[in-house]
């Protein structure tokens, strides 16, 4: 963690830091850039944003108050806090005074209130407010159930019921098949991923794939991709070379629970130029049973022993996306997220680049063509961009 010092200017605070660090590889002393806040593009996917993030009081107060306004339905004032969210990680050094966010983009009048009282009381009254907001907390506890969403948690408040158990005691509720499925499994699921699930489940969803297509490249994407050690799902793309086929891919005994999506993709139709825009692509949104080995082991065997049922598995939500192969490329970028670093891609492509950009393809209005990619460093040249690496699409 970095302790925030007495405040200096902007430029000398970052050159302090990075000395800390060791120098990029083949980077002569020279070239090491100095922090021009006005330079700062107002596109994440203009940034390169690692998990390092040194504003983390700030980005979790955006977040808060970013996600009450979701859950009010203003996207507007969501979007603005996300996007002052995202330039607040992609900066170098911690913010300790109003002068280090000067000319800095997406800095609105609401966002500059939260960090100047951040920075001066140490916390935000208006984050506080939204923590110990009854409509916030039955939200948030809604929506941490799989297949439970904005509208749904909406209907339910509207309902009067404020907790889970007061969801599960409604007999009159309807649940979906994936709601249901999410009550069923949710403390597994609300326990976060790690890193060493997820490559469990990387060999479990390799091998079940490869026995049906053996050439087929099995792709983990989303946060993992990024380089985050959790994650509430792990997401995959699985993609065949060759010829179309539709195989049946998943292999049943594992799945918990699984809701497959099939492929709404029309060959003529243009790309969305919806910024948050759903694919089409064939997907399954599953719960995979991992068994794992216990953790404590004396219980177990006491267990065993006395011939009492123990749990020896997790179920773990992945998301499966299937994609042709020539679409593999958008789709791995488009997956591999953040949802705001694709966001800004798409916004990016759309007003500097007069291109529609999603997760099939990207289409050039002024040329009428669509362009073709075999890799993701083919999109950003593309659209222009210089490439920025997965583990900087932090955003
Ligand atoms: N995505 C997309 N289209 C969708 C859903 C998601 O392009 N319909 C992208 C945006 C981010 C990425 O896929 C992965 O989504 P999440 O799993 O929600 O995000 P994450 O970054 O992997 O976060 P977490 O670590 O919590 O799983
Ligand atoms: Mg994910």
């Known amino acids: 963690c970095m302790e925030a010092g007495r405040p200096v200017d902007s430029e000398l605070k ?20 100095s922090f021009i806040a006005s330079k700062v593009s107002q596109y994440s996917c203009q940034r390169k ?21 979701e859950f009010k339905e203003n996207e507007i004032f969501c979007l603005e806090f996300l996007r002052a969210a995202s330039v607040l990680k992609f900066l170098p050094f911690p913010v300790t005074t109003m002068k280090d966010i000067q000319g800095l983009p997406c800095m609105g009048d609401r966002v500059r209130d939260v960090i100047e009282e951040i920075i001066e009381e140490g916390e935000s009254s208006r984050a506080k407010e939204v923590l110990s907001d009854e409509r916030y907390q039955s939200f948030k506890q809604f929506t941490s159930v799989f297949g439970v969403g904005v509208k749904t948690s909406e209907k339910w408040y509207r309902m009067g019921l404020r907790t889970l158990e007061e969801v599960k005691a409604d007999r009159t509720l309807k649940l979906s098949k994936m709601q249901k499925a999410g009550f069923l499994y949710y403390e597994d699921l609300v326990s976060c991923v790690s890193k060493a699930e997820a490559d469990a489940v990387s060999l479990i969803v390799k091998n079940t794939v490869c026995r049906f297509l053996p050439d087929a490249l099995v792709t983990i994407t989303g946060g993992f991709r990024r380089g985050k050690e959790i994650g509430h799902d792990i997401d995959f793309l699985i993609t065949n070379p060759g010829p179309r086929e539709d195989d ?12 497959m999506i099939e492929s709404t993709f029309v060959k003529e139709q243009l790309p969305s130029r919806k910024v948050d825009a759903m694919d089409n692509f064939q997907k399954c949104f599953a719960i995979l049973k991992l068994y794992q080995p216990r953790v404590d082991n004396s219980s177990y065997n006491m267990s065993k022993k006395f011939h009492i049922e123990v749990k020896d598995w997790k179920a773990i939500r992945v998301d499966l996306v299937i994609t042709p192969f020539e679409q593999y490329a958008y789709a791995l970028l488009g997956w591999t997220g953040s949802r705001q670093f694709g966001r800004d891609l798409r916004r990016f492509a759309n007003h500097e ?3 529609i950009l999603d997760n099939h393809a990207l289409y050039d209005r002024r040329k009428r063509i669509f362009l073709k990619a075999g890799s993701e460093e083919e999109i950003f040249a593309h659209l222009g961009l210089d490439y920025v690496e997965p583990w900087e699409r932090n955003a």
Not at 14 to 33: C, F, T
Not at 49 to 67: G, H, S, V
Not at 248 to 259: A, I, N, R
């Open 14 to 33: 970052y050159r302090l830091m990075e000395q800390d660090q060791s120098p990029p590889l083949n980077a002569p002393e020279s070239e090491v850039p």
């Open 49 to 69: 944003t690692t998990l390092n993030n040194y504003n983390q009081k700030f980005t979790d107060a955006f977040e808060i108050m970013a996600e009450n306004y």
């Open 248 to 259: 049946e891919l998943l292999h049943k005994g594992l799945l918990l629970y699984c809701d």
């Open 353 to 355: 680049r007069k291109m």
